[in-house]
């Protein structure tokens, strides 16, 4: 397991009636996890395996105090006992228990809660040409204790036409179901002054009514691979993804608080299952064997969407990994990437946005194997400037930029 502790000091600001005051908001969080997994093969064409996995985690902040556990339990088999056919099929069990310390900011209708999931898929790539056509159909069938019960199937065919040529297209249904928060919470999200709209002060609310349901998503794709020899591959996918029952937030609800001590008017707003969005893009992928001791890895990916209403993707990235072998027992791997500018959800701005701009970064791997089973790595990250921003969270913590670091690491199979 692992038993990890970070510590950021923020300066965040929380509102409470009339008063407004600024907190050393000291963000506390520890965890460990265990996982075991046993793979077992019966003959040429049956194999199965067997997952078990727990998570603890704790996190205490100014706004808010919480512990989760989670236990996973999954099972998967393969079967191609029948000819032309290849199944897949599995079934998965996960229970998990948080408890929360609320505060003014957010509240629970349930303070603790134990929710349980089940799910089960399966899944058959058929042979309807050999050696050039092959249909994959399955679903996925899930319970959970939000939404019910949600299915999201999928189709896939792949086409042969040379031996050095792949074309594949799918279309498959996926689901988000929804957080606790947008189950049970309430959110005070700001607080604004008296202003010639509203002589009293404003409480901003963000609250479930119990009736949000699942997101969806109906994704399409289209792929190329081609394979010019042994040292070099290339593929190209395409994609356009169609987003419906997205989270958005209803009319305000008005609310005069008029008793004492703080006569305030509250603004309530209820999460909501009435937008929708599209997004497009494409990704271009490249593999070369340059030499025995070098190869190189090049990707690039361009994404477009209509959704306005949401924090923004970076509509380009680029990778370039180069991995040289500098002894059998000794490798060296460069990875630099390039992200394009994009913008986040931040309440806390005037606009509700906060911009990231573009950023160039470089990671260093060093690995010796002293012997087949141990191998130790130091790892330098971000290694071109001091700090960059990635990535911000939605509310009341103030962006933070991910440093240049090392670390090392330690690992041994058995």
């Known amino acids: 397991g692992n038993n990890i502790k970070t510590v950021a000091v923020l300066q965040n600001t929380i509102i409470q009636g009339s008063h407004m005051y600024l907190v050393d908001d000291k963000t506390e969080v520890s965890g460990g996890h265990l996982l075991g997994r046993w793979h077992r093969i019966f003959s040429k064409t049956s194999e199965m395996t067997f997952q078990a996995y727990y998570d603890r985690t704790s996190r205490t902040e100014a706004y808010l105090a919480q512990e989760l556990e989670v236990f996973d339990l999954d099972f998967q088999h ?192 209820y999460f909501v299952n009435d937008s929708q969005a599209r997004s497009y893009g494409l990704e271009l992928a490249l593999a070369y064997q340059v030499t025995d001791w070098l190869q190189v890895d090049l990707g690039y990916s361009y994404i477009n969407s209509d959704a306005d209403f949401l924090a923004e993707e970076p509509t380009h990235q680029v990778s370039l990994r180069s991995a040289f072998k500098i002894r059998d027992d000794l490798d060296l791997d460069v990875w630099l990437r390039y992200v394009d500018k994009t913008r986040s959800l931040f309440t806390t701005n005037e606009d509700g946005y906060y911009e990231i701009d573009e950023y160039l970064a470089c990671d260093i791997r060093l690995a010796w194997r002293p012997t087949e089973k141990l191998e130790l790595s130091l790892v330098g990250q971000n290694l071109l400037d001091g700090g960059h921003l990635e990535f911000v969270q939605e509310k009341f913590t103030f962006p933070t930029e991910l440093p240049r670091g090392v670390y090392g690491k330690v690992s041994y199979k058995f």
């Open 78 to 269: 393969r079967w191609r006992g029948i000819q032309k056919h290849d199944i897949i099929w599995g079934a998965r069990y996960r229970y998990s228990k948080d408890d929360f310390v609320p505060s003014y900011v957010v509240t629970f209708d349930q303070e603790s809660r134990n929710d349980e999931l089940y799910s089960f898929f399966v899944q058959d790539e058929i042979t309807l040409v050999d050696d050039r056509l092959w249909l994959t159909l399955g679903s996925k069938f899930e319970h959970n204790d939000y939404t019910g019960t949600e299915i999201q199937p999928s189709g896939r065919l792949l086409w042969i036409p040379k031996h050095n040529h792949r074309l594949w297209t799918s279309i498959s249904r996926a689901v988000r179901t929804p957080s606790r928060l947008e189950s049970d919470g309430l959110l005070v999200t700001a607080v604004m002054p008296p202003s010639a709209e509203s002589l009293l002060p404003v409480e901003v609310l963000f609250a479930s009514d119990q009736t949000f349901d699942s997101e969806n998503l109906t994704a399409y794709e289209v792929g190329y691979r081609f394979i010019t020899d042994r040292n070099l591959s290339i593929d190209l996918t395409a994609f356009y993804n169609d987003y419906d029952e997205l989270r958005s937030v209803s009319e305000p609800t008005i609310i005069p608080q008029l008793l004492p001590p703080t006569p305030h008017v509250e603004s309530l707003y």
